[in-house]
């Protein structure tokens, strides 16, 4: 089963920039939609972003023109580039894979803080 490897997180001023990555243990099969998630403090876990192996993208409205999720076929690899950070974007970030049953085993995730 595929597992994911989340980095790139840190502590970042608002309106700065970070980029994640998600690296994949294997091939990401080209069923799966791929999407970046992230979990609050006190809250639900959400999804933000998801794009298909046709490169067709996804965004939550409380991301979109902020946030760009990209993949790399060739590493196994899906990217978060987030600019125009807020301090309402800290959060733990993880990726996953849907394969029209279900999700992989969540990772570790990577911690986002957005402070001044």
């Known amino acids: 089963q595929v597992q994911f490897v989340e980095s790139g997180g840190g502590l970042v001023q608002p309106g700065g920039a970070l980029r994640l990555t998600c690296q994949a243990s294997r091939s990401i099969p080209s069923s799966f939609i791929m999407g970046w998630y992230r979990q609050a403090s006190g809250k639900q876990r959400e999804r933000i972003a998801t794009i298909t192996d046709g490169d067709r993208t996804d965004y939550a409205n409380s991301v979109k023109g902020r946030f760009t999720i990209s993949r790399d076929s060739a590493k196994n690899t899906v990217y978060l580039q987030m600019d125009s950070l807020k301090p309402e974007d800290t959060a733990v970030y993880y990726c996953?894979?849907?394969?029209?049953?279900?999700?992989?085993?969540w990772g570790q995730g990577t911690q986002v803080t957005v402070s001044s």
């Open positions: 996953n894979g849907w394969d029209g049953k279900g999700l992989a085993p």
